[in-house]
């Protein structure tokens, strides 16, 4: 049986920084064997910098950066033409893709169909990767699988062959985050595909070989999409300028807030978050400006310190799960 796994999951809306804590994990010898992409598809991208140059990943685990076998699972779907064009320009990089690369049988097949289609959605604000067509097919037991794609045979693997080995150790990365979840976001300005926790159980992983979940959120919030989230603010501009704050899949601005305890005490629950990990404190204070939302009022606070206090006091009071807590500074580090 596997050894144990590990799940990154992003508490908000996604582009909190998940792929930035999975390569600081990963820099740790030997914590993990592979790298499990447990869902979405090319609406997804993990902004990181390795051995100081930008690397831009949809697709592929960034487990790749380290030589590690990185499994795209079957919850993920996959765009064919696209990721060859993520190998080759991780190749050119100097990353070995195709050594260490693996795709489970299981994951459906992105189509010129399924992107023509979603190319005319409007009503959601999608990033127009046929993502949405894609999960639907796949639930009306209609659609294309890895194991019946040529151009993929090279890639193909059984992600149940993980349990014959007993000392293989996972690293489960996500896309996306809880408040774009199918079932637990806003509904229907979501993604179609599980983003939770999990979500990497449903990739075959037992349950009780779960070690720590990471939780990954921002201390602020960020959504792209066609609802209404910002309003307009200097102070919300100066953020997103600071964070640079665009979606690396479509270039498009990300809305900006603040953030919201009460979304982010659930999405901890749900997910039974072990260590908790809030990205860009450095942003905030370089506006010098620290609020929440908590009960639908909007506390401000003078001083970081006192910002961070009363969000730890908080979390430690309403999530059990929880084992620790960071504040972290752009560039990261665990």
Known sequence: MIQ????????????????????????????YTHVVRY?????????????????????????????????????CVVNPKKLFNEIEELEKLGIKVRKNLLIDKRVHIITDKHLEEDGNETKIGTTKQGIGPVYRDKYDRNGLRAENEPLLSEFLFDIYSLHIDGTNKILFEGAQGFELDIDWGDYPYVTSSHCTAGSAILNGIPPQKIRKTYGVAKVYRTYVGAKEFETPSIVFDEIRELGKEYGATTGRKRQINWLD??????????????????????????????????????????????????????????????????????????
């Open 4 to 31: 144990y796994a590990d799940i990154i999951v992003d508490l908000q809306a996604g582009d909190t920084g998940k792929g930035k804590v999975a390569h600081s994990l990963l820099k740790r010898k030997k914590q």
């Open 39 to 75: 869902n979405g598809g090319g609406n997804a991208g993990h902004t990181i910098y390795h051995k100081n140059k930008k690397v831009v990943t949809h697709f592929i685990p960034c487990g790749v950066l380290y030589g590690l076998k990185s499994i795209i699972g079957p919850g």
């Open 261 to 334: 305890i009460d979304m982010l005490i659930q999405s901890i629950n749900i997910n039974g978050v072990t260590d908790l990990i809030f990205n860009k404190l450095d942003i905030l204070e370089d506006v010098d400006e620290y609020k929440f939302f908590l009960k639908g009022m909007l506390y401000s606070f003078d001083r970081s310190k006192d910002f961070q206090n009363k969000i730890e006091d908080l979390i430690w009071d309403n999530c059990e799960s929880i084992v620790n807590i960071k504040f972290s500074r752009t560039p990261y580090e665990i």
